[in-house]
C-alpha cells in the first residue's frame, strides 16, 4: 500500500500544482510589446512561475484591429524564444489581420534541462492559452472589435507540438492550426533518451520512486495519437482544420509517429490534411528538406493554409461557435489511472490529474 501511494502521489506531482493564484494581469500594450503574465505552477520550480508574451498587431497598433481581426499564437521551437523556428509574427500580423502572439513558455531557451524535465506541451500548451486569453479578454474588456472565431496557431518542431496541444486542452477555440515538424509523442524512446531512435532526449525517469518518474497517465496526456482522446475531441465538438508538414526522412521528430496520428485522426473524423515532404516537393524556397528543417517556416504556412487564413477568402477557416474561454466549463481526458482535467471556469485554462480511487 505504501508504494501504491507513494506512485500516486507521483503521479499528481507531475500532473500539476494547481495554487489560487491572485496575481494581477497587465493590460495590452497599444503598440507592438511584450508583458510577463502569471502562469500555473509547475512541481520543479519553487513558488509562482510567470511567462513572457509578445504581441504583434497589424501595422504594429493596437488601433488598426477591427472586427475582422484575428487572433495568432506562433510559437517556437524546443529551446528557443519568442519567434525563433516559428513563422515570423508581423508577416501574420499583416497578411492575415490578427493579433499575433508569441509565449516564452515553460522552458524556453537553451537552459531547459537545467530545470527538470522537458515538459512536452502540456503545461506549454496550457501557457500559450494564457497569452491568448490574456489578448482575447484584454480585447473584450477594452470594447475592441474583434473576430472571434478567427482563433489559429501555429509552430515549428517543439512549437508544433504545443500547437497540437492548445488545440487539444482547448477544443472548441480555434479555427485552423498548422503543426511543422512537431513532435506526434512523448514516446519511450524519447522521454527516456534511449538509445537508436530520436536524438531527443526529454529527461524522464522509469523509476516510480523518481521526482521525474513519467507516469502512464501524463505519457498518455502528451500522445497527440491516443485514439481516446481524438475521439472525445470529436464528441466535444471540435472541427478545426488541422494541417500537418513533416519531412519524410524526419528523425529528430520521428515521421512514423506523425503518420500515425494523421492516420488516427482520420479515423476519429478530425478534419486534417497532412503534407509528407518528399524530393519532389523541393523547391529551394519554401521547402528546402525532407528532414527537420523543412524550409521556410513562415512561407509554408501561407503555403499550407493561405485560403484558410485570409480573412476575405471563401474557404476563410472561421469558429461558429463558443471558444472555451466562453463556455468556462471542463474539458476532460480519460487516462490510465483517472481523468485529465482542464478547467476553463475562470476563463482562462487550470489543468490537473484527477485520480480515482
Known amino acids: 500500500m505504501k508504494r501504491v501511494a507513494s506512485i500516486l502521489s ?56 477591427n472586427k475582422d481581426t484575428g487572433l495568432f499564437l506562433s510559437l517556437h521551437n524546443w529551446g528557443g524564444t519568442q519567434a525563433n523556428g516559428t513563422a515570423d509574427p508581423q508577416f501574420l500580423a499583416d497578411r492575415y489581420n490578427v493579433v499575433a502572439i508569441c509565449v516564452d513558455y515553460l522552458q ?49 518542431s517543439g512549437g508544433g507540438n504545443v500547437t497540437q496541444m492548445v488545440n487539444k486542452l482547448a477544443p ?56 481516446i482522446h481524438l475521439k472525445q475531441m470529436k464528441d466535444y465538438g471540435q472541427e478545426t482544420q488541422i494541417f500537418v508538414v513533416h519531412g519524410s526522412s524526419d528523425t529528430t521528430c520521428p515521421v512514423a509517429d506523425k503518420r500515425d496520428v494523421v492516420k488516427n485522426m482520420h479515423a476519429a473524423g478530425l478534419p486534417v490534411t497532412a503534407l509528407f515532404l518528399e524530393d519532389q516537393h523541393l523547391d529551394g524556397t519554401v521547402f528546402k528538406s525532407t528532414g527537420h528543417s523543412l524550409g521556410d517556416r513562415t512561407l509554408i504556412v501561407k503555403h499550407m493554409a493561405d485560403a484558410q487564413l485570409l480573412p476575405d477568402s471563401p474557404d476563410a477557416a472561421v469558429r461558429k461557435d463558443k471558444s472555451d474561454f466562453e463556455r468556462k466549463d471542463v474539458v476532460c481526458y480519460t487516462t490510465p489511472n483517472g481523468c485529465w482535467e482542464i478547467s476553463f471556469e475562470t476563463g482562462y485554462p487550470v489543468g490537473q490529474l484527477i485520480v480515482e480511487n
Open 172 to 227: 472548441r477555440t480555434f479555427a485552423a492550426i498548422i503543426d511543422m515538424c512537431g513532435m506526434a509523442k512523448l514516446s519511450d524512446d524519447i522521454a527516456f533518451g534511449l538509445e537508436g531512435g530520436s536524438r531527443l532526449n526529454a529527461g524522464y525517469s522509469q523509476d516510480p520512486e523518481n521526482p521525474t518518474y513519467l507516469s502512464p497517465d501524463a505519457q498518455a496526456m502528451r500522445d497527440l495519437g491516443n485514439p
Open 10 to 65: 507521483l503521479f499528481l506531482l507531475l500532473a500539476a500544482v494547481v495554487v489560487a493564484d491572485d496575481r494581477p494581469w497587465p493590460g495590452l500594450p497599444t503598440e507592438n510589446g511584450a508583458a510577463e503574465l502569471p502562469a500555473q505552477a509547475w512541481a520543479f520550480q519553487d513558488g509562482p512561475r510567470s511567462i513572457m508574451a509578445y504581441v504583434y498587431y497589424p501595422g504594429g497598433t493596437q488601433k488598426k484591429v
Open 108 to 156: 524556453s531557451g537553451k537552459d531547459w534541462a537545467e530545470s527538470g524535465p522537458y515538459d512536452f506541451g502540456y503545461l506549454q500548451g496550457l501557457d500559450a492559452l494564457r497569452a491568448l486569453y490574456w489578448i482575447y479578454n484584454g480585447l473584450q474588456e477594452a470594447g475592441t472589435p474583434f473576430n472571434e472565431g478567427r482563433i489559429y496557431a501555429t509552430g515549428g
